[in-house]
């Protein structure tokens, strides 16, 4: 069964980059639609970006295009989300999650994923 871990939340300043990382075990992530959340206290968790199987489709929030890049490494079985331009709202903790029913696209709702990471908290302040 697919498992994913989430890494590289921290403490940044407003304005400030991170990269998160999403490393899955025990099957190939490229079999998978791939979407990274977010849930802030108190708010519903958001689809942040979303990367499709091959890689060739990539959709962002409003809220982060342009600031926010979906990359994945097969051969890593990682995918990573470059943060920059970090804002205060933007404090949450981030989930990646894979879906096997996409065969082309990727889709950011939340109820169409099937496996989800325990999520790494980064926090946006000064």
């Known amino acids: 069964q697919l498992r994913l871990v989430e890494t590289g939340g921290a403490l940044v300043q407003p304005g400030g980059s991170l990269t998160l990382s999403c490393v899955a075990s025990?099957?190939?992530?490229?079999?998978?639609?791939i979407g990274w959340f977010r849930q802030a206290p108190g708010k519903e968790r958001e689809g942040v970006s979303c990367?499709?199987?091959?890689?060739?489709?990539?959709d962002y929030a409003d809220s982060v295009a342009g600031r926010f890049t979906f990359a994945k490494d097969d051969f890593k079985n990682t995918v990573f989300l470059q943060l920059n331009g970090l804002k205060p709202d933007g404090t949450a903790i981030y989930y990646c999650?894979?879906?096997?029913?996409?065969?082309?696209?990727?889709?950011?709702?939340?109820?169409?994923?099937?496996?989800w990471g325990r999520g790494t908290q980064v926090t946006v302040s000064s």
């Open positions: 999650a894979a879906d096997v029913n996409f065969i082309s696209g990727c889709s950011r709702r939340p109820d169409e994923y099937d496996y």
């Open positions: 025990g099957e190939a992530l490229a079999s998978y639609a």
């Open positions: 990367i499709s199987r091959d890689g060739g489709v990539t």
